[in-house]
């Protein structure tokens, strides 16, 4: 069966720090994967995706910056952290896309 | 720019009753999602509906689809504590076919 694996659970950082979020994905192969943000009580935006190894589309122009340096890895980084970086971050696959997602755990980031 | 938007934005009800959740959408899709996120967790995909279809049962959760008025609802029959979660609907874009979410319904079951 298939895993989704994201850590930390949990981070604070302070403003200025660089950043790096992992999540990996067990028991499939050439995933679509995703990383969304979460504001406290409203719902997810869409960061980047990815269709394969290499291929990284971002959605909103930011702090952040993702990779995908193996199939079945997705990171997401910041060089230098803003406060408004805050948020829940969660990770996400899917067999293809406009299918339904598997979601990792997530991560809440405070930046202070 | 967001495609789906939930309605009500927070929902209390008893245990034993029904919630209900409307979603509206801007776009032509594919098919329209439903997840649960319980208050600090990931997402759970709870059902998909897809364009050609008007109604799916699962469990206690009954999805409908209309098209034409591009809406869908969500229905949880018989709700219990348990069910306390916020409830999102999820839309394909019509280009990308990227997974874009609403706001979310906050639904709180008391027991």
């Known amino acids: 069966s298939q895993t989704i694996h994201q850590w930390p659970a949990t981070l604070v950082q302070p403003v200025g720090s660089p950043l790096s979020l992992e999540c990996t994905v067990e028991g499939t192969s050439n995933p679509n994967l995703y990383w969304y943000r979460q504001a406290a009580g409203r719902g997810l935006q869409l960061l980047f995706y990815s269709v394969g190894i290499g291929q990284i589309s971002s959605e909103v122009p930011q702090n952040l910056s993702a990779s995908r340096p193996q199939d079945r890895q997705f990171i997401l980084s910041s060089k230098k952290l803003l406060l408004s970086d805050s948020g829940f971050y969660l990770c996400?696959?899917?067999?293809?896309?406009?299918?339904?997602?598997?979601f990792g755990s997530g991560t809440q980031l405070s930046v202070l | 720019s967001q495609q789906g938007e939930e309605d009500p934005q927070a929902l209390s009800i008893q245990e034993g009753e029904n919630a209900t959740m409307n979603c509206s959408y801007k776009?032509?899709?594919?098919?329209l999602q439903w997840y649960r996120q319980n208050s600090g967790r990931g997402l759970v995909h709870l059902i998909l509906i897809r364009s050609n279809e008007r109604e799916k049962h699962s469990g206690r959760l009954r999805v409908t689809l209309d098209t034409s008025k591009k809406s869908s609802s969500l229905l949880i029959t018989a709700s219990r504590a348990a069910d306390t979660a916020s409830y999102f609907c999820a839309t394909p874009t019509s280009n990308t076919g990227k997974l874009i979410f609403g706001q979310g319904t906050t639904l709180q079951v008391k027991p």
């Open positions: 776009t032509s899709i594919n098919n």
């Open positions: 996400a696959w899917s067999a293809d896309s406009e299918e339904k997602l598997f």
